[in-house]
């Protein structure tokens, strides 16, 4: 009997200390990106889902600055629509938003195509072991991964050697109370661009997902919307996203081609030549949404509202995170 | 189903469970069960070839036993070698074969090509054929009585634990513990469990990171300095070894959980003051089966030295073939054999001071072992000529870059040390666990803890993190 106690003490201390090398060797990206989503109390107006162009593009600190509206940035570095599907299945059971805009700059990469999975982590790693996180692993990430992504020590104990090293990088520029934006520092002018207004009328491999996303929407009652932010792509690309209205409008959901009125000076507010927007960028982008949404809904402006009083508390370390990275950039101007 | 694999950690707590759990009359019918699952969770079809052995070396050794006439005996006994060692050239040297028809046909000029075959070489077919061979053997000899449960006999040719890289066990010892039923004892669980993490800690933290130096310098060993390729090579003296023998302690160790001993794979090779003692100590379970069913037949060390000499180089170039189907092994058993009939033949000699003799003679054998075991992980012989020969030539060349971190380096290092502390400790005839029980109990469950979070920790395991992956990409 004392050894059979014994041995349940062990195996319980094993448990306990696997638990703590866990969370010692987990990467900080993800938190950084995603902590104060999942430690935000009060209801979201409004959640931003999809690529890094969102990642970049919108910024809900402005958007509370200006608006006094609730937002969350959960958009992440090549994220196609399938992923975002399950980023918004799953965050909405932590906090339900208003409003869901998606970014359908992905509509023509299938969850096939070859992505980073890297930065499948920073979203997933953040989920606790459950049956949605397990559906979602099974649905977006290649079978011969998941463990990785089930069992996340299974990866990062060989951590320690960077660690030890002292030679640990970031792989995303979050900080927490930029609420899932990053600022991407430097000026670069944008690949040649030319607009089309002309649509791909034929299916896109995310074209299913979005079907899916405005289908969870309406059963949850969100308010889906459709965004397209500006970068220099192709004529191609452009018409992909184009072709998006179509289903926006035999779903009746409104799609905010940002290509139609461009708010972006491709010359001044690139972060590199793909199109990433840089503060600058971002801030037009964001007050252009900001815009829209006030225009479209009813959102309440919290920003007197006590309950918010740690957004404004963000707000301040925004900003004054902001001028201390980007503000030389405007000085220089 | 690797012991280093998710799958394993899953499989072997549900075994061990429900084999206590069951009734002693049905727990070898589950071992039988998980057995087979445990091989085909690799390859179900190969289970096929393995229960072919079973059944062949199961009714030869019936007839034999039920036979009076010897010829008739050997008839069988011949019948049920052929079968088997031909199954087994089959899988394993067709391949080679056909590359040795080809490259004949080249030198004289013929222009024939073989056709090309691709054939899936069964995980321990070596093993498991050896084993069953050699029940086979001792029921002609008279040895063993032959086991009449055919089931019973097909879980000593399967038993899991031994089954993918043995130790290749003999019927006499296994048999007999699969008849007799095994109670739970938590100290030899415990003690099992302690084998299986020694063998843990030197497959997963050791082998596995030093292969990942070795196979760079290996590969492109043309860059590589002198030193370089001497230093990769007793990093490969290493982890041949804690591949092997942690392989070995895990089976060792898992057994001893359900009850069964299985004898002891290596013996501290590397303390070996001779290329014999070496070959006493490594893959003991191997080295003794060639000694007893090949050596002792051809006669052993009885006849003239020449005769010895013969009976030696053909034991040690079988041997190498076992290890791999191509010349260089070959080459590597011949190595072997001729560097132990030059010990044969070298004069007795009688050192005035025995310690330090010991301990050259300990050095000695390691650098000759260490010659061997690079042409042993040498893409051909014709490479490792070219390393040896490097080594003194271009030995201070600059380095290469191998990718190996200083950090992994210390690592390896540092666990090197741990691992000969332990051998030194296994050669004074000290065990580590009788030194551990000696602790109080709650410094020896925070050591046992240590070092399975280390191992946890430290050991390559899961799918491999890259901070490379998990750098900025920027878009």
Redesign the interface.
Known sequence: MK?AI??I??VA??CV??AL?DGF?R?D?GERKYGSFFKEEQPLDVMFLGS?RVLDGISPMELWRDYGVTSYNMGN??ECIDASEWVLRIASEQNKPKIAVLDVYYIDRSIEDRW????R?LFLDEIPLSRIKFEAVRSTIPQD?W??FLMP??????????M??G?V?????CEPFMMGSELRIGRRNGMPYERTTEMNTQEQPGTQALYRIVSFCREQGIEPVFMAIPAPVSQKEQMNMNGVQLVADELGVPFVNMYDDNPVNFDTDCY?E?G?LNPDGATKVTAYMGEWLTEHYELEDKRSNAAYAHWNDNLELYEEFRLASWGHMTMLE | MLFNSFEFLIFFPVVTLLYFVLPHRVRWIWLLVTSYFFYMNWHAGYALLMLACTVVTFVCSRVISNTQDPRRRKGVLIAGLVANLGMLAYFKYTGMLLDIINRVCDFVGLNYQTPKVSILLPVGISFYIFQALSYMIDVYKGKVKPERNFFKYALFVSFFPQLVAGPIERSGRLLKQIAVPHDFDAKRVRDGLLIMMLGFFEKVVIADRACMYVDVIFRDWAYASGAQIALATLVFMVQDLCDFAGYSYIAIGSAKVLGIDLMTNFRQPYFAHSVQNFWARWHISLSTWFRDYIYFPMGAGRGSKLRRSFNIMTVYTISGLWHGAALKYVAWGMINGALQVVEMLLPVYKPKHPKLHHVLSVLWTNVLIGVTMLVFRAGSLYTAIQMLVKIPMEWGAEWMNSGFSPMQGLCLGVCTVILFAIEYIHEKRKSLTEMTDRLPGVIRMALYLAAVMAIVIFGVWGPGYSAQAFIYFQF
Do not use: V
Request: net charge negative; hydrophobic share 40%.
């Open positions: 050894k014994g041995a003490i062990w201390a094993l200390c696997l090398a060797f990467r990206d890094s570095s090549s980073h999975i890297s930065y982590h991964r463990i990785e020590f299974s990866l990062y104990h060989g951590r320690w050697e960077e030890l090293a030679n990088e970031r792989m995303i520029d590199d793909l990433h």
